[in-house]
Each structure stands twice: as structure tokens, then as C-alpha cells.
């Protein structure tokens, strides 16, 4: 049997990589501006289906705590943040995003990569997470910041379209925000700079999911889930102005010419898998490793679609901003969507992409994502016999993440279906 | 019967096989439906207009074994929705012909997905509740989701709802939380005089039996009540917070009243007296339950109403009962309420108002600990 090969330590370094980097480290500087001089009004917002247009039509900033939270993560300094908030009485089994950054925000406010402002309006752009609206109204208590609850109802129906009422709710309520971004920010809503933004989100969106489908090749010309978090930052931050644009015209342009030539992330792929579940941010390039080594790439995932679902055909309009943002919130991200949903989702992606199995990473801090996921496993190896494998640990807390049991796990698994692909081959072979 | 013997015969049912009364009255109604209600909210009047038993389902309590429900929601999924879903698992649920779960958490919210798939027999309906309160369109927006809903139960129950139907299932429920509110007053004025389990006791067999039963029940209970004359004990006044969803074994809360509590007032069973004002009669019946939710129903960890902070619900709660400190009970695991106590606390703390947090599982066997840190905490008070 082939052997897996030894410490493939894999990481992407295009000319993607490089500007996601100086366009990221700009916004993060502004970020800092805004805290230390002053300079702009921040919106705090989440990630799933957020409304990103609407508060760049207000020249005001985008603040994601989610993002400050993994970024904490992923610098390995989230962790005494995490033991200060459960100082403060969170508990050990509350979601430790959120606990990085309550303790983050009662520390000054200072990171490594930013000084996060204080929030001007604490939009809480509702997409299916509950933990969100605890978040959000912690900070509103927290800070002096004006709370707006942006509820959108859960697409919760046998049918995968929202209802008109439920349409006509979210649109009634963005132009609430629209009245509360005007008083904050002291300008007038201008109904033609918001169609010029969510025109650049429409162009943006196109390329994202162009790339997306890029990954059907084989081999995949980069790695669905741990590729695809460097451009789900610029997809969120900066989406809707003329940087974020530029950014996915030349990961486009990237990634077309790795299909020409063949490459991909891996010397070899053996393996291709879809992922669900969002990454262990303080143990990203670990865990990558577990999988490079076997020759695995994730061709798929659930994750990079938290934001929004452009690769099965959502595009913003700029001729109906204000319903195309209501769109995109209710029925255009896998957050708001059922679980069941989400199951059709993965089983899309395994036949489509041409996936060879399920890996499901269990995260304790995110329950929107993993309860349940036993019951995903079930379906995927009983009804549809799709090897799955499930892993547990967390997106931000260290304390859940167990190297060796998690390469035991992963290494049994694809040494099962090496052995599987091992008798495929030799059937084909003696039936030739 | 005295009353003594009335809450007993309750208690053993709610103990060893609550589903039954509900089993039975299906079978001495042929052609009959029973639709379960997860916690927290539920609009009953929706189903029960449709000619429809709504029922609670609220987990499987300490006598049922977790044993194939622990492959579906993993261990850090608290302890509610895998015994709701083993009740389904080891066909237990079969008499059930709808389920209805809401959005007041995220594992909720998936095990009505869960409940789907693994029982298609089965009509499961989802609420999105609001939580928005503020918007101008928020009761027009949960007065379409009520309508959908009723669509759907007009097609299970194989009736339609007239207004005329709604009214009337409007003002049954309202007599029943009326007097839910009465056996609540009766606790928070003269403590000695009922129980917090007993109390307990006949709120949760109202959520296994038709309306009108119930409502005779609580009557008989309350007559007699009203001529209880006990003397007050020793013991400090609490209002107890957290144990909105999934529900404490009876002994645990036998254990707080002996470890020398009244504990004035609770959030047990929330969703079945969750209006504090009767629903009006008057105009559109499906508008006015809207509307109901909106303003007249009470604060919890799963509404989430930005137009007051929940620290402010539960002080004045305490300022209200009179009582002296507060002892938040959560459901281990339970996202919301966990997060609830970090606001509290802080309030509380704020506000000099002594507070016990602790945990507990529905399927809790052994109450010592909890029980020993109740005394600590109450004599900590009682000789301060």
C-alpha cells in the first residue's frame, strides 16, 4: 500500500497571496485610524450574508469581530483573551469567538494587526446564528453604541425560497438602517452610490464564483478550504469598492493559468475531499498538513459559503439594491439556510466536483455549524454511502485542539480508502 | 381528593411515563391529531383551533437511557435535544403527528432538521420568531408567519380555522394562563403556602392534557390552596433564572426549596404562561397573538427585545417579588442562558444583589453537590 508521504508543509504563495495581504493590512490600518484618530465611524457587523454595501454607501467602516476573532487565533494570542472573558462569568461552553473578543475588547482594544474602533452602530445582521444576537447585544452593553437588530428570518421551509412577507420584512428593515446610518453618519443616502457599490459587489461576486468552479478540475488548481480563507477576507472587508475587485480579477487570472498548467497545491492529488465546518484557526497549517501529506485537497466547502452563495447563482442587482442585499441575506448563504439544506448542499458538491468523501470538522463554539453533525454523518455513510469522517475540536480555543488523536483519526481514514482505491485499481486491472 | 394526593398521583405520571395521558386522549379521540411543542414558545391557539391537541415536549427527564441520540448531537449539545430526539428514536414520539421547533437556539433549531429526516412521517414546522421588536414591520411580518403556520395546520388537522375558532381557543388558553398567573401569585405572596415543586407539578400536567382539563384542575387546586395557612420557615427568597428550555428533575428542585429556599418566582415552562396580559378578543385573532408576542410576553434568554436589556428584567423582578438574591440554574451546555449570566452577573454585582449560579442536566441523578452549595449560599445570607 502506498504510504503516505512524510511532512508535506503546504502553503499557498501566489501573487493572490501577496495582495491579499497589502489590501488586508490596509484595511486593518484603517481599522487602527478610525480607533486611535478618529477617523470614520465603524459598523460592527457578522459575517454570514452581511450587508456590506449599504454601510460603505455611508463612507463608514465595516468592523467584524468574527474576523478580529480569528485573526486572534491564527496569531496564537487568543487565548488569554478567551480566560479573561470566562473571568467575567462566560462559561467554558459558551462560543469562544465570541469570548476572544468580549476579552480583547475589555483589553484596550489593542491586537497584533489592529486597534479596533469603538462602534458607532452595532448592526446585528441576524443570518441564522443565534450566538449573534448575544454577542451583539453584550457589545451594545459594553460599549455606547447604538444596537439595530437586522432580523432575518430563518429559511427554515421545505422550499428553499423565502416568502414575499419575509422579503418585504428585510427590505423595511435595511431602510431603517438606511435612517440610522444617515443620522450616525451625518450624510444623505445617496441611492446612486449605493447601485455603484453593489454593481462592484455584482462583478465581484461573478469572479468568486467563477473561481469557485474552478476547483472542478483535476487536479483542483488550489485548496477549497484552507486557499480559500485567504480570499474570504478580501470577499467581506472589501467587497463593493474598486481594491476588493482587483483583488479577484488577479486570483481569477491566477487560478486560470493553474488550470492551463496543470498545477496544483500539491505535488500530487490523490485524494479529493469536500469539507464542512469552519477551520481550527489556531492550528490551521496542522491541521492543512494532516491532509497535504496523503495527497488530500479539499475541493469543497461549506465554510468558504458562510458569506454568501454565489457559485449556485446569486448576484447582486443594482437596479434592485436595497432587494438583492435582502436576497443575499435570506436565501444566498449557507447560514441561513436548514440543515437539511445544507445536507443537499455537500451532496451537490460531492457529485459535482467529484469528490471521493465527506470530512466533517466539529467545532465546539460554533453550534449553528456542528450540532447535529452526527446525524450529517449518518446520512452521508448510510444513505449515501460516501466515506465520511468526523473530527472534533474548536475555531478559537486551543484547549480543543489534540494533534495526535485528530492524525489518528484522519490517517485511519485515508489509509482506508487508499486501501479501498488500492482493490478498485487492481479489480480494473484484472478485468482488463 | 385533598390536594396533597392530587399533586402526588400528577407527579408519579410526570415521572414515569408523561407522554401517556396524551397517548391516551389520541385514542379516545379517533381521527384526532396531537402536535408536540418544543420549548420555549409556541402559539397553541394556532393548533388547537385546528382541532388539534398541542402538547409539550420537553426532553425525556432522568428515567430515559441516551442511547442512540449521542451518535447524532455530540457531547458538548446539551442534554434536551438528545432526549428529544432518543423519545423519537425508541418510537415513543409515534403518536405524535407534528412536531414544532422555534429559533431560540442553534441546536434547536437543527434538531427540527434532524426530526425531519429521521421521521418524515411526521409534520415538522419551524417559527421564526422575531427578534427584532423595533421595526415598524414586525408584527405584520410575524402575523404572515403566523398565517403560514395555520395554513399548515388547517391541512394536518383537515379543518379550517375561522376567526370564530381562533377566538375561542384565544380566550381558553387565556383562562388557563390566568390561572397559572393566580398559582404564581399565591407562591410569591405566601411561599409557605405551595411549593415550587408543587407548583411545578401542576403547570407541567397542563402541558400533557387538553386545555379545559387543566383548567379544572387548577381550579380544584386553587380553592384549596387559598385555605393553606402554614407558618413561614427560616429560609431566603430567590428568584430562580435560566431554566427556560430544558427542565430540572423535580428532586433538584425539591433540593433548592429544602436547602432553605422560597423561591418566588421562576422561568420553568416559560413558553406555556409566556403572556403576562390576556390576549385580546377584539379584531384580527392571528394579529392580536402577534402582537402578543411582541409586547405583552415576557422577557427570556431566547427573546431577544433590544428595547430594555434583560439585567434590568431580572432586577426588577427581584425589586417586584421581594425577593433577597437570585440563584441562576442553567442547563449545562445551554449557549443562551450561559451567556445570559455573564450580563447578570455584572448586574447583580452591580446592584449588591447576592447571586448563586449553578448547573444542571435533566437527566441529573444525584443532587448533593448542588444541594450543599444551596445551604452554603443560604447560610452565607441568613447569618450575614
Known amino acids: 500500500m502506498a504510504q503516505a508521504a512524510e511532512a508535506v508543509k503546504t502553503t499557498y504563495q501566489g501573487q493572490m497571496h501577496l495582495l491579499q495581504k497589502e489590501i488586508m493590512g490596509k484595511y486593518f490600518e484603517r481599522l487602527t485610524r478610525a480607533a486611535e484618530q478618529g477617523d470614520g465611524k465603524a459598523v460592527y457587523m457578522?459575517?454570514?450574508?452581511?450587508?456590506?454595501?449599504?454601510?460603505?454607501?455611508?463612507?463608514?467602516?465595516p468592523v467584524y469581530p468574527e474576523i478580529n476573532a480569528l485573526q486572534l487565533a491564527v496569531k496564537k494570542v487568543a487565548l488569554p483573551f478567551i480566560q479573561k472573558a470566562e473571568e467575567m462569568g462566560y462559561s467554558m461552553d459558551n462560543c469562544a469567538y465570541v469570548k476572544a473578543d468580549v476579552g480583547m475588547f475589555h483589553s484596550g482594544r489593542k491586537t497584533p494587526f489592529a486597534t479596533i474602533p469603538l462602534p458607532s452602530l452595532i448592526l446585528c445582521n441576524y443570518v441564522g446564528c443565534n450566538v449573534y444576537l448575544q454577542w451583539f447585544e453584550h457589545l451594545a452593553e459594553y460599549s455606547d453604541g447604538e444596537l439595530y437588530n437586522l432580523d432575518i428570518p430563518f429559511l427554515h421551509g421545505e422550499s428553499d425560497e423565502p416568502s414575499a412577507a419575509d422579503i418585504t420584512y428585510v427590505v423595511r428593515q435595511l431602510e431603517e438602517v438606511i435612517e440610522a446610518c444617515e443620522r450616525i453618519s451625518g450624510k444623505k443616502f445617496d441611492y446612486a452610490k449605493l447601485q455603484q457599490i453593489v454593481s462592484r459587489s455584482a462583478e465581484t461576486g461573478e469572479m468568486w464564483a467563477k473561481i469557485k468552479a474552478l476547483t472542478k478540475n483535476t487536479p483542483s488548481p488550489f485548496d477549497a478550504y484552507f486557499d480559500s480563507v485567504t480570499m474570504m477576507a478580501p470577499l467581506y472587508c472589501l467587497r463593493g469598492t474598486e481594491e476588493g475587485l482587483r483583488f479577484f480579477e488577479t486570483a481569477l487570472k491566477e487560478m486560470e493559468e493553474k488550470v492551463e498548467l496543470g498545477m496544483g497545491p500539491l505535488p500530487e492529488e490523490r485524494f479529493r475531499f469536500v469539507i464542512e465546518g469552519p477551520p481550527p484557526?489556531?492550528?490551521?497549517?496542522?491541521?492543512?498538513?494532516?491532509?497535504?501529506?496523503w495527497g488530500a485537497v479539499a475541493v469543497a466547502s461549506t465554510y468558504s459559503t458562510v458569506g454568501g452563495l454565489w457559485e449556485f447563482g446569486f448576484k447582486h442587482d443594482s437596479n434592485h439594491p436595497l432587494e438583492s442585499i435582502a436576497a443575499h441575506m435570506l436565501k444566498w448563504n449557507l447560514t441561513n439556510r436548514s440543515f437539511l439544506q445544507r445536507y443537499e448542499q455537500i451532496h451537490r458538491y460531492v457529485k459535482?466536483?467529484?469528490?471521493?468523501?465527506?470530512?466533517?470538522?466539529?467545532?465546539?463554539?460554533c453550534r449553528l455549524f456542528s450540532a447535529g453533525q452526527g446525524d450529517m454523518r449518518e446520512h452521508f455513510t448510510k444513505d449515501l454511502g460516501i466515506p465520511t469522517l468526523l473530527v472534533e475540536s474548536d475555531i478559537e480555543d486551543p484547549r480543543y485542539f489534540s494533534e495526535a488523536q485528530m492524525k489518528n483519526r484522519i490517517d485511519a481514514f485515508f489509509e482506508s480508502l487508499e486501501h479501498q482505491k488500492m482493490l478498485r485499481e487492481s479489480a480494473q486491472g484484472d478485468a482488463r | 381528593m385533598g390536594i396533597e394526593n392530587l399533586i402526588a398521583g400528577y407527579r408519579e405520571i410526570l415521572e414515569e411515563s408523561p407522554l401517556e395521558p396524551a397517548a391516551k386522549w389520541k385514542t379516545t379521540h379517533p381521527g384526532s391529531k396531537v402536535v408536540g411543542c418544543y420549548p420555549v414558545y409556541t402559539p397553541v391557539e394556532l393548533i388547537h383551533a385546528a382541532g388539534m391537541l398541542p402538547i409539550g415536549i420537553v426532553g425525556?427527564?432522568?428515567?430515559i437511557e441516551i442511547a442512540h441520540a449521542d451518535s447524532r448531537f455530540q457531547s458538548f449539545v446539551c442534554s434536551i435535544v438528545k432526549s428529544t430526539l432518543e423519545l423519537g428514536l425508541t418510537d415513543k414520539l409515534n403518536f405524535v403527528d407534528g412536531m414544532v421547533f422555534h429559533s431560540i437556539c442553534d441546536p434547536a433549531r437543527n434538531l427540527g432538521s434532524v426530526f425531519k429526516r429521521n421521521f418524515p412521517q411526521m409534520m415538522v414546522e419551524y417559527i421564526h420568531f422575531p427578534q427584532n421588536m423595533k421595526s415598524r414591520s414586525t408584527a405584520d411580518y410575524l402575523a404572515a408567519e403566523y398565517n403560514r403556520l395555520k395554513k399548515s395546520y388547517e391541512t394536518l388537522g383537515g379543518k379550517t380555522v375561522t376567526d370564530e375558532d381562533l377566538g375561542r381557543s384565544i380566550l381558553l388558553y387565556n383562562e388557563q394562563r390566568k390561572l397559572l398567573r393566580e398559582l404564581y401569585r399565591i407562591r410569591k405572596e405566601t411561599p409557605q403556602n405551595l411549593s415550587t415543586a408543587e407548583s411545578y407539578v401542576l403547570m407541567r400536567i397542563g402541558t400533557l392534557i387538553p386545555a379545559e382539563e387543566h383548567i379544572a384542575i387548577l381550579k380544584e387546586a386553587l380553592v384549596e390552596l387559598r385555605q393553606r395557612d402554614?407558618?413561614?420557615?427560616?429560609?431566603?427568597?430567590?428568584?430562580?433564572?435560566?431554566?427556560f428550555c430544558e427542565q430540572p428533575p423535580l428532586e433538584l428542585i425539591e433540593g433548592l426549596e429544602a436547602a432553605g429556599c422560597y423561591i418566588l418566582d421562576d422561568d420553568f415552562l416559560i413558553g406555556w404562561r409566556w403572556l403576562v396580559e390576556d390576549i385580546p378578543t377584539e379584531g384580527d385573532p392571528v394579529r392580536n397573538l402577534a402582537r402578543a408576542y411582541i409586547d405583552q410576553s415576557v422577557y427570556s434568554g431566547v427573546k431577544h427585545d433590544s428595547r430594555q436589556s434583560k439585567s434590568k428584567h431580572?432586577?426588577?423582578r427581584v425589586r417586584e417579588t421581594g425577593a433577597s438574591a437570585v440563584i441562576f440554574l442553567a442547563a449545562k451546555f445551554c449557549e443562551p442562558a450561559l451567556f445570559d449570566y455573564a450580563l447578570y452577573r455584572r448586574t447583580l454585582e452591580k446592584e449588591a444583589i447576592p447571586h448563586l449560579a449553578l448547573e444542571f442536566e435533566e437527566k441529573m441523578?444525584?443532587?448533593?453537590?448542588?444541594?450543599?452549595?444551596v445551604e452554603t449560599f443560604v447560610e452565607s445570607m441568613l447569618f450575614d
Open chain 2, 230 to 243: 402554614e407558618r413561614p420557615k427560616d429560609r431566603i427568597k430567590v428568584v430562580l433564572e435560566g431554566s
Open chain 2, 314 to 316: 431580572l432586577i426588577d
Open chain 2, 365 to 373: 441523578w444525584i443532587f448533593d453537590k448542588s444541594r450543599s452549595e
Open chain 1, 281 to 293: 484557526w489556531p492550528y490551521l497549517r496542522q491541521f492543512r498538513d494532516l491532509f497535504s501529506k
Open chain 1, 352 to 365: 459535482e466536483w467529484h469528490a471521493d468523501a465527506l470530512v466533517i470538522h466539529s467545532v465546539k463554539s
Open chain 2, 60 to 63: 425525556g427527564g432522568n428515567r
Open chain 1, 46 to 61: 457578522l459575517i454570514s450574508g452581511n450587508p456590506v454595501e449599504l454601510v460603505l454607501a455611508f463612507d463608514m467602516i
